[in-house]
């Protein structure tokens, strides 16, 4: 299956002042349409191209590392433009994530805590993530463009930490860029939607 660009489920100034128009002009038509056009060509090379996605990812991780790196950051950034909204973030979960969140990670200030920690404390580039594994919810990181489905998880919340994702607004102050994530972005909606689907 072909790997297709999605078009932003919101106008590129919908984010502001937290994502500038400039960010996702950059990060979606320049960043994730690179590793659209890359994954293609790679996964055409290494007869995979027939694959789902999640197959393509699972497939290559630890085998064809370009493939792996464009279709991996592929999948992450398809879930990352629907994880945020304008006036999203926040305390007001939906019920049965409310829940979840509070028997498995300790309730929503430890949730923005750990987040938060996990993504300032992942060097270089990489994600910071909640994945349901075992059945839990589960707080993770991980390098460049790996995620929780090499580790036997669902992810249903995800940040990009490369600089790309954050530079043009907040500079080198990435602890800035993930409270305003947490606190003005997230549709937990679509967190929903990701949690009711791994469970």
């Known amino acids: 299956m072909a790997f297709e660009l999605p078009d932003l489920p919101y106008d590129y ?7 500038s128009k400039e960010t996702l002009e950059y990060h979606h038509d320049k960043h994730h349409k690179a590793y659209v056009d890359n994954g293609n060509k ?4 290494a007869g995979m191209d027939g694959l789902s996605l999640e197959d393509v990812v699972k497939q290559s991780h630890g085998k ?10 592929h999948y992450n950034h398809v879930h990352f433009w629907k994880w945020m909204k304008g006036n999203g973030g926040g305390k007001s979960l939906p ?3 409310q829940t979840a969140f509070d028997s498995d990670l300790g309730g929503y200030d430890k ?3 750990d987040f938060i920690n996990a993504g300032v404390t992942q060097f270089g580039s990489g994600w910071a993530w909640v994945a349901v594994k075992g ?7 991980t390098p460049n463009g790996e995620n929780p489905l090499v580790h036997g998880a669902v992810p249903i919340l995800g940040v990009d930490v490369w600089e790309h994702s954050y530079y043009i607004d907040y500079r ?3 602890p800035k860029y993930l409270e ?11 967190v929903l939607e990701c949690y009711e689907k791994a469970s």
């Not at 790679?42 to 090379?45: G, M, P, R, V």
């Open 13 to 19: 100034e919908a984010l502001q002042p937290y994502m």
């Open 42 to 45: 790679l996964a055409a090379e």
């Open 64 to 73: 064809n590392a370009g493939l792996f790196n464009n279709a991996a950051q």
């Open 95 to 97: 019920g049965k994530l």
């Open 111 to 113: 949730f923005r805590a």
């Open 135 to 141: 059945g839990k919810l589960e707080i993770m990181k």
């Open 172 to 174: 080198n102050a990435r």
């Open 180 to 190: 305003a994530f947490v606190d003005s972005l997230i549709n937990w909606d679509y």
